[in-house]
């Protein structure tokens, strides 16, 4: 639903004169203890992929604040399962959610955006490699750490101060600007199926606007993203021949029989990356598909040939090869290995989690130019394009809706690492920048009381 372009913002009210970037930038910046206290708060509500509700808990609390009531989107997997991007499911549905809260403006007249964000973190890896408890965030030298500080909760909280800074302002916009919370993006995406469907039925329905363009605050260092490479999950279980260690030989290890397989699919990982290999987005990366051997588990006792093995991989790969042509590589890479051992181990590969298609953005529409021009403004250069090795939710609205959607978010180090953190001066620039973007896009009416 793109309306036709407009360079200037559109006011609902004709006399309601535009906001100078300096006054923006002044409501934000003086929204930054905002920005450290709710961030904080939202670190402390731990949300692990699967177990988000002490965070979809804050964000209801949060966006009750700012006046916004938030819609529950459940996840039920049975309702998903035969579109094409649903991936296989890591745990139980659970009876949980995803939020949607919307901004209605009085006038209706402008355009809309709606700023989507994963409330789920990665597992944190030992609490005794932290500085201090990963759920226990502090700050120190402008950054704010803890888990899931960077990725991508610093973001979600750039939006909330963003809408909030016009309202300070005595303004709100003058288009529907919906805040979407969302479950499982680290392992699966449904959490965002889950609400792009529920989308497309209201549309259809006719009981929903649809949203103009999408914004995903994702921490990728204030750059818009222009393309997103593919991604599934992928279970090798191994089962050997398990025998005393004195009469070694007479057994069969599943153990070093995965090594084998982990020294093969890094060797279709190099093909993958050669140079005539890579679409022209992935040209310049040094190294853009990555082969994650993730997990590793086999083995009983130092003194027995084990039983089992079992890898658990991420695969990445470029957008112009299908997920399931994908797989079926991966899948006959595997096998291959195991062919050439010749040693009667039992393979079996299951799929759970990601089943992710990659894609490229088409950043030259008028939303994502005007994501592009509020950038300038807050920041004084030009925004940079970024092609990323990763997976973001942004397929699911470029797919299924066809909506102009980029990822563009805040500075963060040590995303799924230990001593996450994010810049607060960045997530400034952000919450800046998107309040200065929908100002632009969607205008301005005089804030509800
Ligand atoms: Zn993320």
Redesign the pocket.
């Known amino acids: 639903m793109q309306r036709p372009a407009g360079s200037a913002a559109i006011s609902a009210t004709p006399d309601l004169p535009a906001l100078t970037t300096d006054a923006i930038a002044a409501a934000v910046r003086a929204l930054e203890p905002y920005m450290v206290r709710t961030l904080s708060d939202f670190v402390a509500a731990p949300s692990p992929s699967g177990q988000e509700q002490p965070a979809v808990a804050f964000m209801e609390g949060a966006l009750r604040e700012l006046g916004l009531e938030s819609e529950r989107i459940y996840l039920r997997s049975e309702a998903l399962k035969d579109l094409p991007l649903f991936s296989p499911p890591c745990c139980p549905d659970g009876g949980r959610y995803n939020l949607l809260a919307t901004h209605r403006p009085a006038a209706r007249g402008g355009r809309s955006v709606l700023f989507n ?2 409330l789920d973190v990665v597992p944190t890896g030992p609490e005794s490699m932290w500085r201090q408890s990963p759920y226990a965030p502090f700050v120190e030298d402008g950054w704010l750490f803890g888990r899931g500080a ?3 909760k610093a ?1 979600i909280v750039c939006t909330l101060a963003a809408f909030k800074a016009l309202k300070d302002l005595g303004v709100q916009p003058a288009g529907a600007v919906g805040f979407n919370s969302v479950l499982e ?2 392992n699966t995406g449904n959490g965002a199926l889950a609400t792009v469907a529920a989308l497309r039925s209201a549309v259809g329905a006719g009981k929903l606007a649809s949203f103009d363009t999408v914004v995903i605050p ?2 990728f260092g204030e750059t818009m993203m222009s393309a997103q490479m593919g991604v599934f999950w992928m279970f090798v279980d191994l089962t050997g021949r398990p025998a005393h260690a004195a009469y070694m030989s007479s057994g069969v290890n599943p153990v070093e029989a995965a090594i084998e397989v982990i020294a093969d699919l890094r060797r279709l990982e190099a093909e993958w990356n050669l140079p005539q290999n890579r679409p022209a987005a992935y040209r310049d990366h040094a190294h853009p598909i990555n082969f994650n051997i993730g997990q590793i588990q086999g083995g009983e006792w130092n003194s027995s040939v084990p039983c089992t093995c079992t890898l658990g991989v991420r695969i990445g790969f470029f957008p112009s090869m299908d997920v399931n042509d994908a797989k079926a590589r991966v899948a006959d890479c595997v096998r291959a290995t195991l062919a050439r051992l010749a040693s009667n181990l039992q393979l079996d590969i299951r799929y759970e989690g990601f089943h992710a298609p990659g894609c490229e953005f088409d950043l030259e529409g008028d939303g994502m130019q005007a994501l592009a021009a509020a950038h300038r403004k807050a920041t004084g250069e030009p925004v940079r394009r970024e092609a990323s090795t ?1 997976t ?2 942004a397929r699911h609205f470029r797919m299924m809706l066809e909506t102009p959607v980029t990822c563009y978010g805040p500075q963060a180090r040590n ?1 799924h690492g230990i001593d996450e953190s994010v810049s607060i001066e960045s997530m400034v620039r952000v919450a800046t920048t998107l309040a200065q973007f929908m100002h632009d896009w969607c205008g301005i009416e005089p804030a509800a009381a």
Do not use: L, N, V
């Open positions: 964000g994963h960077g990725d991508m973001g993006e680290e994702e921490p990763a973001t939710d995303i």
